[in-house]
């Protein structure tokens, strides 16, 4: 099965780092890589070609993650997997409307995120 390279974007350093925990200790993963928002997750998008999903925050300063969606599908990057994290269920519809994959609620779980990926994995392989 693939190792994937995984964008984790968020604003708040403490989250950053649990997510990069989590995914450092699963199997299906190859590579984190952190953005604080959405404009420098694009950025880093444009300079690496072979992300394959984002796991994404949603209230972000600069570009939150409604606009990150919005930005990616303008550029025809629908079909990059991406995981929506946040503490607000009520902008599940929303980033699902706009291009997200899946969501899940903070504070994380590590079973739910392997899960989430591990789906991802079998998807891309």
Known sequence: MKKLKVLSVDDDFINLKLVNVMLKKN???????????????????????????????????????IEFLANLRSQGLKNMPIIVLTTDETKKYEALENGAHDFLVKPLREPELSEKILKIAQLLD
């Open 27 to 65: 199997p299906n993963v190859a590579c984190v890589i952190e953005a604080s928002n959405g404009l420098e997750a694009l950025n880093v998008l444009k300079r690496e070609q072979d992300i394959d999903m984002v796991l994404l925050d949603i209230k972000m300063p600069v570009m939150n993650g």
